[in-house]
């Protein structure tokens, strides 16, 4: 375990081609997006139960419509602050611009991370957040 992930709680491909298509609709997001905030925190959820060692269902169709619906979801879309939330322990971030488009990278002493392009700071930090916790699942997968 090189995460610390239980066995019982590793990744299936099928939980990391969700995650990746996420990521690559946060990238293509163009502003916030109260949909994608529920997604991102039904995927977060589903990630932090796997920490404890619990096996979560796939993500039932009610799930983004229930939070969305109610408006519990940090708006992780919209907000750095809520976005920063995404970010693993022990990873430092950044943000900037580039050919006037806002990036952003999570890094971690041993790597340099992957900087990733959005339409706003908080959608840029989203996504590279969410990568670098596949990273994280991954290396245990």
Do not use: K
Not at 30 to 38: E, Y
Not at 84 to 102: E, F, I, K, N, Y
């Amino acid at each position: 375990m090189s995460n610390g992930w239980p066995d019982s709680a590793r990744m299936t491909g099928d939980d990391i081609a969700r995650l990746r298509a996420l990521i690559q609709r946060v990238e293509a997001a163009t502003g916030p997006d109260r949909v994608l905030d529920a997604e991102i925190a039904c995927a977060m959820c589903r990630l932090r139960l796997r920490e404890h060692g619990a096996r979560p269902d796939p993500m039932a169709p009610g799930c983004v419509r229930d939070i969305a619906g109610s408006w519990s979801a940090p708006e992780f879309t919209d907000s750095l602050d809520a976005a920063v939330l995404l970010v693993p322990a022990g990873r430092d971030w950044m943000t900037g611009t580039h050919q006037s488009a806002a990036t952003a990278v999570v890094t971690r002493a041993a790597d340099e991370g992957a900087w990733l392009t959005a339409a706003t700071p908080a959608l840029a930090l989203v996504a590279a957040a969410l990568l670098a916790r596949l990273a994280e699942v991954r290396d245990d997968c």
